[in-house]
């Protein structure tokens, strides 16, 4: 087995394809198609399904996915260290982000990163919490943003931490309009545009089911801009981290008795980053004043 067929092997799974595989590590098709071929001799297994519309992964192919993940993650770490010497003129570093991150200015800081360090490519990735928490433990991530009402999974390790508040979004004409504070009692049966599948809609539901009061989803979104636009329109109230709320220009309130709220980690896998790119980057996110 050879690094360059499990760079070539990670390449088919990004693109499902060998032809957009062959153009991104820019080799002709006929030679990844072989240096494929030759990884799955040495493995004994076929990694990949071929069809005429896509390529999928077989039951080995995705045995092999986390361990290459981890081995081109240790390489590029490798190769960052040797770039530090050079005062990181070149490098990588792969953060990620949930779409409810309001605590820290994430665009700003790679912007200002950026213009220190110009030869370190950044790759940016938003998800759930369970996807980036796997992608770090599986060394895809350096860094992540992650929303939490409990304490990390052990395997994580904690660099920040702020805590995150939540509002009733409304939209205008509603009876809750005009209020700045709203008891959670109040919004008993009223009908709720979530945000499926997210840890925010898990907090709101047991934050209700605590509390003793009817969350009645009738819509759901899968983005956050979406959900605001959907309470906009009037079909439900929406919970939002009260910075959205505030930004949205809809009429918003104060959730009371309970209040809700979360905490957001900065988290990464190891506490001393191995990545030199990575490490300069944790310094600057933690030692930006908040």
């Not at 590590?25 to 030679?31: E, F």
């Not at 759930?128 to 994580?156: C, N, S, W």
């Amino acid at each position: 087995m050879e690094l360059r067929q499990l760079e070539h092997f990670l390449a088919v799974v990004r693109h499902g394809s060998f032809t957009a595989a062959a153009r991104e590590v820019h080799i002709v098709q006929s030679a990844l198609s072989a240096s494929v071929r030759k990884l799955e001799a040495s493995l004994g297994a076929p990694l990949f399904e071929r069809t005429t519309r896509r390529v999928l992964l077989t039951e080995a192919g995705r045995a092999l996915l986390p361990m290459a993940h981890r081995i081109t993650a240790d390489l590029d770490a490798a190769r960052g260290e040797v770039a530090a010497v050079a005062g990181l003129s070149t490098g990588r570093v792969a953060v990620g982000t949930i779409q409810t991150l309001t605590e820290v200015d994430l665009p700003a800081e790679l912007g200002t990163f950026r213009r220190r360090y110009p030869g370190v490519r950044i790759h940016v990735r938003d998800g759930m919490v369970p996807e980036l928490t796997r992608a770090i433990l599986d060394g895809e991530l350096d860094l992540a943003y992650l929303a939490a009402d409990a304490a990390l999974p052990g395997e994580l390790v904690s660099f920040a931490q702020w805590e995150q508040r939540m509002a009733l979004l409304c939209h205008p004409g509603h009876r809750l309009a005009h209020r700045r504070r709203v008891r959670l009692a109040e919004c008993d049966g009223e009908p709720f545009v979530s945000f499926t599948g997210s840890g925010l809609e898990r907090l709101v539901d047991r934050g209700f089911v605590e509390a003793g009061v009817r969350y009645r989803q009738v819509c759901e979104a899968t983005h956050i801009p979406l959900l605001v636009e959907l309470v906009a329109a009037g079909l439900g109230l929406g919970v939002v981290p009260e910075p959205i709320a505030e930004r949205s220009g809809l009429p918003h309130a104060q959730l009371t008795q309970p209040a809700l709220a979360r905490t957001i980690h900065l988290a990464g896998r190891l506490r001393e980053q191995v990545n030199p790119a990575a490490r300069a980057l944790l310094q600057q996110l933690t030692a930006t004043p908040r």
